[in-house]
């Protein structure tokens, strides 16, 4: 059974750093894309994309928004991905949610539609 546990989130004003991780567990880690999305107060249900790496880790794809101020990496030896968040702004405050698919192809998904498993996120507050 595949099983994704974020953690990390917390409260960290303006300007700050916080580093999310996803422990992911049932599965062949470096057969699976994985990706980072996020869902903001008062958006309703959609989740936003924010960052995504493929199996190999050899690609990577952010989306405008954190591009130059958030970093994904993944470490198969620990099946764990991470999410490295520099200059934070109250913008980014949201819950994160961790995504994971098995792959056959070093592509990084972008979509929500396009991963199969869903961590049960981690809160990220930034104040200003």
């Known amino acids: 059974q595949v099983q994704l546990v974020e953690s990390g989130g917390a409260l960290v004003q303006a300007g700050g750093s916080l580093t999310l991780s996803c422990a992911a567990s049932g599965v062949t880690f470096s057969s699976y894309a994985m990706g980072w999305f996020r869902r903001a107060p008062g958006k309703g249900s959609s989740r936003e994309f924010v960052a995504a790496v493929g199996r190999t880790g050899s690609v990577t794809h952010y989306a405008d928004s954190v591009k130059g101020r958030f970093t994904i990496s993944r470490d198969s030896a620990k099946n764990t991905m991470y999410l490295k968040m520099n200059s934070l702004i109250p913008e980014d405050t949201a819950v994160y949610y961790c995504?994971?698919?098995?792959?056959?192809?070093?592509?990084?998904?972008?979509?929500?539609?396009?991963?199969?498993?869903w961590g049960q996120g981690t809160q990220v507050t930034v104040s200003s």
């Open positions: 995504a994971a698919d098995w792959s056959n192809s070093s592509y990084a998904r972008t979509r929500p539609d396009e991963y199969a498993y």
